[in-house]
């Protein structure tokens, strides 16, 4: 079954940086575009990168283009999203998920919080 294990969040001051990883399993990930999602309380979950199965085309929402960076290392089934230059409103639990025109699999994983606050 499909299993998503996100890891990497914390708390860090606004203009600071973290790397979110996501190992995946369960599905042939080499096939699929992967996609890092968030999701603000009280807000709907919402795409802020993606990235095709071969790695050469990544896609990005202006409020986080510049300074968020997704990668996948498709030998060990993990997705990462480089976030940089941090602001209080990318406050949100973070997700990786497939981001495909069908949309993501039924099943999420636990996600991982990234708080920015001084």
């Known amino acids: 079954q499909v299993q998503l294990v996100e890891s990497g969040g914390g708390l860090v001051e606004p203009g600071g940086s973290l790397t979110l990883s996501c190992v995946c399993s369960g599905f042939r990930f080499t096939t699929y575009t992967m996609g890092w999602y968030r999701q603000a309380l009280g807000k709907e979950r919402e795409l802020v990168a993606d990235?095709?199965?071969?790695?050469?085309?990544?896609n990005y929402p202006d409020s986080v283009k510049g300074r968020f960076t997704i990668t996948r290392a498709n030998t060990v089934n993990t997705v990462y999203l480089q976030m940089n230059g941090l602001k209080p409103e990318d406050t949100a639990v973070y997700y990786c998920n497939r981001a495909t025109p069908w949309g993501p699999f039924d099943t999420w994983g636990q996600g991982t919080q990234v708080t920015v606050s001084s």
């Open positions: 990235i095709s199965a071969t790695g050469l085309i990544r």
